[in-house]
């Protein structure tokens, strides 16, 4: 037992019940050694009527014996098994034996007439026994059942082409006996061709993909750069015009203080001359009020002359101090420049904000519609599949339905859309309105809540020869644009934006919406009598 993992040395400390090492080993009364549980089960499940006999020789037992651990044994087998090599063993993507207990051992042969696979102690039944002599033993294979033929039970060993499927030599016979068939292996061969094929194709569309990964990462990294880049560089011009603007603050500080101490000077002069004019006229008056107190006739006539004399020259130059009016070019300057600074500032940030997509970048979110019968007004006819609607004043063999509108001349398109979509329609006549609305939106009578753009639950753009303008909610906004025969609409549903185009040889924006949508939207059409509406193919 040097080794621990020859044959015979595991074979004498084997049960022969259950073939595997001992577990949990017991001795009967006449010396054999069996697995408890193997001992115990092969008791239970016969009536021995208070007899009970060993598997091996047959020596008879009464009563039933009592069965304890064989410690000694127990340890024996437990060095055993360790000293078994470790590849003995079934690991990960081995296939593993059916039969062995606790640890399993890697198998040696599966049994097509079983459908189980065995390691070498347990596959010698099938070698020895007279009863495994028919079965078909092939090297260890895992999945058995799906090398089996569901009908007869056979291994599958030739294919049918004709079907395309594995068959047995019984379905050779009877249900593919006129078929295509060939070997298993002849069109393993074939398709092993194929998969090179494929594979080389695979491998260069890999090739290709990670190419077009690492340019991808490249560009974004690139984007990344000259976004960084061109943050870096705004706030280092909007720091620089903050500067100037503190600059030119202090300037017109400046000046206002200048202006002001020029102006509070000039009047604190006039001040001082004032109150010695007024001190001086104060004391004249009250010798006037003396001298006219005086009983002295000589005195009063000598000095009334010249009391009386009129002062000095009195003329002093006008004084105007208004705060509210001195410095009111100072204030009207600086409100005009900061109007005129947030006009540029809005009309710059819009030119970059504002950066529309080319039409082939729109066409790639592009969704097939169809318009809804159900929706039409009974006035409007549906043809081409359903992706032209013409207003033809003639009443269409529609049938009742609650969705139809029934005074409005509009017709929704059966998909509601919630993701990112784009389509384009094309119209002829008097005028049309071009919209989105949601599901519930009325249906019956002429109110304003049916009508597309005239409501809460609508977007809509009013195209006639001459003009376009958009309608939201009962409002109004006049596009100025000349006006195009070809509309496309762009939704961007969880972004809430909504963009019509005008399309002809170029691509130009009529009008965007921001807003939050809340259900998906359902594009629909008011369409003038005498006009048409066909939805184009992208």
């Not at 999945?143 to 291994?155: A, D, M, Q």
């Not at 109007?339 to 066409?363: A, H």
Request: hydrophobic share 30%; aromatic share 8%.
């Amino acid at each position: 037992m040097a080794e621990g993992g020859g044959l015979l040395d595991r074979d004498q400390f084997s049960c022969s019940i259950c073939l595997d090492l001992l577990k949990d080993p017991v001795t009967t009364p006449c010396g054999h050694s069996y697995c408890m549980g193997c001992i115990k089960g092969c008791w239970d499940q016969d009536d021995h009527t208070g007899v009970y006999s060993c598997p091996q020789c047959s020596e008879t037992f009464t009563p039933r014996p009592v069965l304890n651990k064989n410690t000694m044994l127990a340890e024996v087998v437990e060095r055993l098994q360790a000293a078994l090599p470790a590849h003995c063993y079934a690991g990960p993507g081995d296939v593993a034996c059916d039969v062995c207990t606790g640890r399993k051992r890697k198998a040696f042969k599966s049994c097509l007439v079983c459908l189980a696979s065995y390691c070498e102690t347990h596959i010698q039944p099938h070698y020895e026994s007279p009863a495994f002599k028919k079965h078909e033993l092939v090297k260890a294979t895992g999945n058995l059942k799906e090398k089996i033929c569901s009908h007869h039970g056979k291994p599958l060993e030739v294919y049918c082409r004709t079907d395309q499927q594995c068959i047995c030599m019984l379905c050779v016979m009877y249900e593919h006996r006129v078929h295509d068939r060939v070997s298993a292996a002849a069109e393993r061969n074939k398709k092993q061709k194929q998969l090179g094929v494929t594979q080389s194709k695979f491998q260069q569309r890999i090739q290709e993909r990670e190419k077009e990964l690492q340019d991808l990462r490249q560009a974004v990294q690139s984007l990344k750069c000259s976004a960084q880049a061109a943050v870096e560089d705004s706030e280092r011009i909007f720091t620089e015009m903050i500067r100037s603007i503190e600059r030119r603050c202090s300037e017109v500080k400046e000046l206002i203080r200048d202006q002001e101490m020029a102006e509070v000077n000039r009047a604190e002069g006039l001040l001082g001359r004032l109150e010695q004019e007024i001190a001086e006229l104060r004391r004249r008056d009250a010798e006037l009020k003396q001298l006219s107190h005086t009983q002295d006739h000589i005195h009063f006539l000598q000095s009334c002359q010249s009391l009386c004399a009129p002062p000095g020259p009195g003329v002093l130059p006008s004084i105007i101090v208004s705060p509210h009016v001195s410095f009111e070019a100072f204030r009207k300057s600086v409100s005009e420049l900061k109007e005129r600074l947030e006009g540029i500032c809005r009309e710059e940030l819009n030119k970059v904000s504002q950066t529309e997509p080319k039409r082939g970048e729109l066409c790639q979110y592009s969704c097939g519609l169809t318009l809804d019968p159900n929706t039409a007004h009974e006035e409007l006819r549906l043809s081409e599949g359903n992706r032209v609607v013409t207003s033809v004043g003639e009443i269409q063999s529609y049938p009742d339905h609650p969705e139809r509108f029934d005074y409005c001349f509009q017709v929704l398109c059966r998909e509601g859309l919630s993701g990112c979509c784009y389509w384009e329609a094309e119209w002829r006549g008097d005028g049309v309105l071009i919209a989105v609305a949601y599901k519930d939106i009325s249906r019956k009578g002429e109110g304003d809540d049916c009508i597309l753009g005239c409501n809460d639950k609508s977007w809509s753009l009013l195209g006639t020869p001459s003009s376009y303008s958009f309608l939201h909610n009962n409002g109004r906004t006049a596009i100025p644009a000349p006006s195009s025969s070809r509309i496309g609409v762009y939704l961007d549903h969880r972004a809430g934006t909504l963009s019509f185009y005008s399309i002809s040889d170029t691509m130009t924006l009529l009008h965007r919406v921001q807003t939050t949508f809340t259900q998906p939207l359902y594009p629909g059409f008011w369409v003038f009598y005498g006009s048409s509406v066909k939805l184009c193919d992208m």
